[in-house]
């Protein structure tokens, strides 16, 4: 039970006004504060400091404040020996390597390579950038932009919009049409004639 709740029981239980509750808890407050004083002066209970630093430690169950912090630790060679905080985080991580530069493991970190290479485009790619978009746009007018792209199978060049749908821009022969299809079309012209 706090204690709090323990002086409100004994004010109901003795059926004590606020101001008496008050009273009570100075002079409660007051004897406290005087015992620490007494308990601070004595000398009968000589204790070190490296034994108080040591039982600290001891009762102190580190960990890492977040799993970046440990990942953190784990890449730079460190774990929680290292510390004497009871959560450690990136940040006091940081600190530890500033402080140990001299200490610190070395990495040996791979440099960048900035040679500049000229890619020469092949001659069907040289090809392709020549030529506009063969695509039509939803307005009925003709793709003014670059066709990139030549898909599998096309005769033309599209641009990345119109290449995915590449068949329908090309005009194709009527031998290169399935039988079915042809039906299709000659039921189409068959229906416009009339």
């Excluded at 005087?34 to 400091?49: F, G």
């Excluded at 890492?64 to 784990?74: C, G, H, P, R, V």
């Excluded at 329908?168 to 009339?194: C, G, H, K």
Aim: glycine share 2%; proline share 4%.
């Amino acid at each position: 039970m706090a204690l709090d709740a323990k002086f409100n029981a004994f004010k109901v239980k003795h059926d004590l006004g606020d101001e008496a509750m008050a009273e009570m808890l100075s002079i409660f407050n007051d004897s406290f504060i005087e015992l620490a004083h007494k308990l601070l002066q004595s000398n009968d209970t000589p204790v070190s400091k490296e034994k108080t630093k040591n039982t600290k430690q001891s009762n102190v169950a580190k960990k890492f404040a977040t799993k970046i912090a440990a990942e953190y630790a784990a890449e730079n060679e460190l774990t929680l020996d290292n510390f004497d905080k009871e959560k450690v985080t990136k940040k006091d991580i940081d600190e530890y390597l500033k402080s140990n530069k001299t200490n610190a493991p070395k990495k040996s970190i791979p440099k960048l390579d900035t040679t500049i290479s000229e890619k020469q485009p092949s001659s069907s790619t040289k090809d392709i950038m020549k030529e506009k978009c063969c695509g039509i746009t939803k307005s009925g007018e003709p793709c003014n932009k670059p066709g990139t792209e030549k898909p599998e199978g096309s005769s033309k060049c599209f641009c990345f919009r119109h290449a995915m749908d590449w068949k329908i821009y090309e005009v194709s022969s009527d031998s290169d049409l399935e039988p079915e299809e042809l039906e299709v079309f000659r039921d189409l012209a068959i229906i416009t004639e009339e």
